[in-house]
């Protein structure tokens, strides 16, 4: 059964950082894409961040250059790095893996709030 486990979101002022984690654990098609979704009250859920087992890397134009999505092949891991955070970042962050067998594995959320 595969698992993804999500952690580092919390609250923190505009202009702060913070650091997501994503552990996945299970057995999961070698080829993927991992990536970050988000999804704010009243609106519908948006991809942050992707990035495939090959390296291909695409950001939403809204995070573009404050956001870095990094992957550890070897931990079944991936991260977001999130830097000079603004108040309309917030929302509750989801990890996701889709595999190229069309496995799609999602986690439980964990909230991010940007606010002073």
């Known amino acids: 059964q595969v698992q993804l486990v999500e952690s580092g979101g919390g609250l923190v002022q505009p202009g702060g950082s913070l650091r997501l984690s994503c552990a996945a654990s299970?057995?999961?098609?070698?080829?993927?894409?991992k990536g970050w979704y988000r999804q704010a009250p009243g609106k519908e859920r948006e991809l942050v961040a992707s990035?495939?087992?090959?390296?291909?890397?695409n950001y939403a134009d809204s995070v573009k250059g404050r956001f870095t999505i990094s992957r550890d092949n070897a931990k079944n891991t991936v991260y977001l790095q999130m830097n000079s955070l603004k108040p309309e970042d917030t929302a509750v962050y989801y990890c996701?893996?889709?595999?190229?067998?069309?496995?799609?594995?999602w986690g439980q959320g964990t909230q991010v709030t940007v606010s002073s």
């Open positions: 996701n893996i889709y595999t190229a067998v069309r496995s799609d594995y």
């Open positions: 299970g057995s999961i098609f070698s080829i993927n894409t």
């Open positions: 990035i495939t087992s090959g390296g291909t890397i």
